[in-house]
């Protein structure tokens, strides 16, 4: 006899729908049923019985959900009161059940990392996708997330980084007052230490807004502030080249470093402004511009870059704030010069336009000596701005 022959209907007294699917074995050698397991008509799987039907319904579930999802299993024929299936599967998670509270958490790390608004707890986009990852989930009001849950879990954070500042021997901030799109000043400071097996470490301990003047008296405030404990610490401050931070570290009483990327870009910016060299990106603007502008010559320029085997990139106008978009510009120029001059010189340049920019032997002489100059302090700033926390390791070599 089959394994499959040997399944036996249940008890007509065993009223439940998922009977339907289910039935016993006979003991061996006997008609009596045995109880212990009930065996599923769809595998044959055996399932532990325990005199009651949750195991069953839970073996429907997880391993025929098609069959699940089209029945209405009641515990009881009739009894309106029991939960079907479906209903059991997708009851809601109690908001302080321990899988509906990591969630929670990873949503207000998702907006406090991604700088996300608190109004997206209430996107129906935002809360259609949690519910299609978790149907039982039900997301936190917006309400909820102000009062409840973000100050919650600012404690949280706030406890764990005074834990890890209280054993750093020595800890270094950095400092920097910057403006939002919005126009409101806001300033930064940041806490650095190396915690045990020289891994460093870094926290954000607070972004204020300055309504009042960038002073260094006011810079100096926040400096000093008890909240973090770290007044008794041997405190070192990294900040740009601004007096008022140099004024702030002063009457903080720490030790101040000026900021290595920002002193690179104050010497290229001076550098630039050399008259000579005023000239030269003058030219060079004017040149870059006229190809940006002109159609007929920007084609022309395509023509020369295939037919003389140069890459095919587009000139570059420079930002006056940014001097390493001066370097990109004259270094691109450089690159393209046979490509430009060649384009410029081509009759049909000389036929739609009416005044054409040309550099002279001095001019690109120039323009050499000065990407030559400025080489170092480009390469210098990509390794600083490459890595997320530079050290005096990339700091010296760099110098």
């Known amino acids: 006899m089959t394994e499959e022959e040997r399944i036996q209907p249940a008890p007509a007294a065993f009223k439940a729908d998922v009977w339907t699917y289910f039935g016993f074995r006979t003991k061996e050698g006997s008609k009596d049923y045995d109880k212990s397991y009930a065996v599923c008509e769809i595998c044959t799987a055996r399932v532990k019985y325990s005199g009651n039907t949750t195991n069953l319904l839970t073996h429907v579930s997880r391993h025929h959900s098609d069959v699940a999802s089209n029945a209405n299993f009641k515990t009881k024929r009739g009894d309106p009161s029991q939960q079907t299936i479906e209903e059991v599967n997708f009851s809601k998670l109690p908001a302080t059940s321990t899988r509906a509270t990591k969630i929670t958490q990873s949503v207000l790390v998702f907006i406090c990392k991604d700088m996300r608004p608190l109004s997206v ?49 020595t800890v270094a901030l950095t400092c920097d007052a910057w403006t939002s799109r919005a126009t409101e000043s806001y300033v930064t400071v940041t806490a650095h230490h190396i915690m045990d097996q020289w891994n460093l470490q870094s926290h954000v301990l607070q ?59 104050l010497t290229s910016q001076k550098a630039l402004k050399i008259q000579s060299v ?32 140069l890459p095919a990139h587009r000139l570059i106008t420079d930002i006056i704030t940014r001097w390493n978009s001066s370097y990109d510009m004259i270094e691109r120029f450089l690159e393209q010069q046979p490509a430009i001059c060649a ?48 050290t005096l390791l990339l700091f010296m070599p760099s110098l």
Not at 136 to 156: G, W
Request: glycine fraction near 2%; hydrophobic fraction near 40%.
């Open 121 to 169: 707890v209430e996107n129906k986009r935002f809360r259609n996708m949690i519910k299609t990852l978790e149907p039982c989930y039900t997301v936190p009001s917006r309400q909820h997330i102000t009062d409840i849950a973000l100050p919650k879990l600012y404690q949280e954070v706030k406890a764990t980084v005074l834990d890890s500042l209280s054993s750093a021997e």
């Open 207 to 265: 972004t204020r807004a300055m309504h009042d003047s960038h002073t260094g008296e006011h810079i100096a405030a926040l400096l000093t502030d008890a909240e973090w404990g770290l007044n008794a610490k041997d405190l070192v401050v990294v900040t740009d080249n601004a007096p008022n931070m140099a004024l702030a570290a002063r009457l903080a009483g720490m030790m101040h470093i000026q900021c290595f990327a920002h002193s690179l870009n």
């Open 278 to 309: 005023v000239r030269l990106l003058g030219r060079i603007r004017r040149v870059t511009a006229f190809f940006r502008r002109s159609t007929t010559a920007s084609n022309q320029l395509k023509q020369k870059q295939c037919l003389l085997q």
């Open 343 to 390: 384009a410029l010189l081509s009759a049909e340049v000389r036929k739609s336009e009416k005044e054409i920019f040309t550099l002279s032997e001095s001019d690109i002489t120039c323009a050499e000596e000065v990407v030559r100059a400025l080489k170092p302090m480009k390469d210098a700033t990509l390794v600083m701005s490459e890595e997320s926390m530079p």
